[in-house]
């Protein structure tokens, strides 16, 4: 992986990850357009961009970081372990059913759960519209909900935000409890793997690891401010659009 290669890759993580359409497939767009293989270096190169975007989260979100806010990492941490757990069970299951196809049609079914959900949605009636007002009940289904995301192309994000909307949040806590969620969620994945693939970082092209790094986390901080204005005006609809739309065309390219 040339630098260009790292910048594409982390620009694309950078944007994707905190927003509901899935970043896992745009990446596979991106790898096979650009000539990339899944070799043990894209893995631990994976691992590095992943942690990007968590420190983009942490420093967004810092104030709410500190001891004040037990009550609401509570009901994170909470809500974080049916993934943890079922996840762990269901992680042979998972790589048998990851194929481009899947993550197509969970796509457009995804993009089709937005406008219908969108449809019936009320913000001002909402009974959580900050997130600490979000409910043990309401984190748990939001917890719940995360383990739809076990299932390639469905989106870690769009599944929390949606189950949170359903279960009586507004969108914009729905949103910030699933970047706060993407904390201890990615700190496992990204440590995981970081142990299975630590061994090849050495001999590795560390420039590009770095300048991936960077990219990531400041497209990653740039990208969650400007998400968190847009709901602040626009609803989830034309994410639904492009949701179903990338689906169809990822169904033709394939």
């Known amino acids: 992986m040339d630098i260009i290669q790292a910048i594409i890759i982390g620009i694309i993580e950078g944007f994707t990850e905190f927003l509901p359409i899935s970043s896992t497939g745009h990446m596979i767009v991106a790898s096979q357009f650009l000539g990339i293989e899944q070799s043990a270096v894209v893995k631990a190169y994976e691992v590095i961009i992943q942690f990007a975007a968590i420190m983009a ?28 757990i079922i996840g762990f069970l269901l992680k042979d299951w998972v790589k048998e059913i990851f194929q481009v196809e899947t993550v197509a049609y969970m796509f457009i079914i995804g993009g089709i759960i937005f406008i219908i959900v969108e449809y019936f949605h009320d913000d001002s009636k909402k009974e959580s519209q900050d997130i600490e007002d979000v409910t043990w009940k309401q984190a748990m289904s939001i917890g719940f909900g995360q383990v739809l995301s076990l299932i390639p192309g469905t989106s870690r994000a769009g599944s929390t935000i949606i189950a949170g909307m359903l279960s009586g949040v507004s969108r914009k806590a729905s949103t910030e409890f699933s970047f706060l969620l993407a904390i201890p969620v990615m700190m496992a994945v990204s440590g995981y793997d970081l142990l299975k693939h630590y061994q090849d970082f050495v001999g590795a092209d560390l420039t590009s690891f770095v300048v991936g790094f960077l990219v990531a986390f400041v497209v990653a901080y740039i990208t969650i401010k400007m998400f968190i204005v847009f709901l602040q005006r626009f609803t989830f609809v034309a994410f639904g659009i492009y949701r179903i739309a990338f689906g169809v065309v990822l169904l033709m390219i394939i």
């Open 57 to 84: 989260v942490m420093l967004l979100y810092k104030e709410k970081i500190n001891l004040k806010e037990i009550n609401l990492w509570s009901k994170i941490i909470a809500a974080f372990f049916p993934l943890a």
